[in-house]
């Protein structure tokens, strides 16, 4: 069965080149190759458009034999082609009488009422957060359900801050940090500081328009007034960011500090220590803009992307193809001494796959910690705790190194505690 699998591949193989080779077990002669047929067609081809330059009076007898031998050569063409799907055919045949074990087939995909449903909300949730307010509504009738009232609102309320981003009018985004500012501070986000220093760097360094909305100043100046529009506006609303994010004192010094080059702002870019902050980048709306869905959609308890747009990344940069590969093969061995068949392999004692899977570095949203006691990797249940010299060890590495009455020796310091260690989320 082997050698004759071999032979009909070889036999397929030369059928298929590009060039004329000898057919294995073939007892009637073969047509030329395609590439060969092709060739000889594009010859006479070349041959009459030639003759047809050179002389005008070409004969229409001339025009019926390239006919003939344009039949001619795709009578060949198809030949050759029906003897590649008839070899092809019998492979595929020789094939499956060779490997006889069947598959086992998958259950039908949202067979199940909460199946449907739950791909009805990750597709309704995705046309949400994309803005497709439209299309979520039409989705949502044809499905015969109600669009969740809430996030939708919230979705709706994300945009309208996005788009006013877009157009360069922060006034909504920090706004919404005030509001949101103690959410804000219990994740040490800089947000409502990145949106600050984006509007000053614009009234130090642009030219502003008439209708340019700068609040704290803008009221209080006379028209006459010769101080600075920055200056004005750092001392508006930089006392307050000194006492809600101290992580960017040395930000707002610098901040504070260009201030010198307010009467000649061009200067700003060529300056060794602060030419940094001249970067347009600072002032451009596209890192406000992710920044901004980041926190709102933390705020929102939602992940910042979608379920259908990570589904459909992480399939589509080939863990799906693996992962199908995987089960294919673990499905075709023999079943183990236990009696477990090569599917129920597939998964190990820690309900783990047991391949890598290769993910890109955007996709990865847990830390892999080894504990350098154990050399395992720590899990859900053998979370890093990190002790409290700064140490850092897996559970139940800890667990073993504590002595009677709670006290722990760290294996890297001398340090010995009877605190109890804290548990690390990276």
Not at 68 to 92: A, L, P
């Amino acid at each position: 069965m082997q050698d004759a699998m071999m032979n009909e591949l070889d036999r397929l193989e030369s059928l298929s080149s590009l060039h004329s080779e000898p057919i294995a077990s073939s007892s009637t002669s073969a047509p030329p190759s395609i590439g060969e047929s092709l060739d000889n067609l594009l010859a006479h081809l070349q041959h009459a458009r030639h003759s047809v330059g050179i002389n005008e009076d070409f004969s229409n007898y001339t025009f019926s034999d390239l006919k003939k031998k344009v039949e001619t050569h795709k009578k060949r063409v198809d030949e050759r082609q029906k003897q590649v799907h008839g070899s092809m055919t019998k492979f595929g045949k020789l094939i499956d009488k060779k490997f006889t074990n069947i598959l086992p087939s998958s259950p039908p995909l949202f067979s199940s009422v909460e199946a449907v449903t739950a791909l009805e909300r990750v597709i309704g949730s995705h046309f949400l957060r994309s803005g497709a307010f439209d299309v979520a509504n039409v989705f949502y009738a044809e499905c015969g359900t109600h669009p969740p009232e809430r996030e939708r609102a919230n979705f709706a309320r994300m945009y309208d801050i996005v788009q006013a981003l877009k157009q360069g009018d922060l006034e909504p985004a920090l706004q919404w940090t005030v509001a949101a500012r103690d959410f804000l501070q219990t994740r040490h986000s800089t947000l409502e500081f990145e949106l600050h220093r984006s509007r000053y760097l614009r009234v130090l360094l642009e030219p502003l328009p008439d209708s340019f909305p700068i609040e704290g100043y803008a009221s209080t100046l006379p028209p006459t007034s010769l101080i600075n529009p920055a200056y004005q506006y750092s001392r508006t609303h930089f006392p307050s960011l000194y006492r809600t994010h101290s992580q960017c004192t040395s930000q707002l010094n610098r901040l504070t500090t260009i201030l010198i080059y307010a009467r000649n702002p061009g200067k700003l870019a060529s300056s060794k220590a602060y030419g940094d902050l001249a970067d347009a980048d600072l002032r451009s709306h596209e890192g406000l803009e992710r920044m901004f869905v980041r926190e709102w959609c933390k705020w929102m308890n939602v992940s910042a992307r979608g379920a259908l747009k990570e589904v459909a990344g992480l399939g589509g940069n080939g863990a799906l193809a693996r992962i199908e590969k995987g089960r294919k093969v673990m499905a075709g061995r023999k079943p183990g001494p236990s009696g477990s068949s090569g599917t129920e392999a597939w998964w190990d004692a820690n309900e783990e796959i047991m391949i890598e899977i290769p993910v890109p570095p955007n996709e990865r949203y847990h830390s892999v910690f080894a504990c350098p006691v154990s050399k395992e990797q720590t899990t859900e249940k053998n979370p890093p705790m990190m002790l409290i010299c700064g140490h850092i060890l897996a559970k139940d590495s800890v667990t073993r190194l504590t002595k009677s009455g709670g006290r722990i020796k760290c294996p890297y310091c001398p340090v010995e505690s009877t605190d109890p260690p804290l548990q690390v989320h990276f």
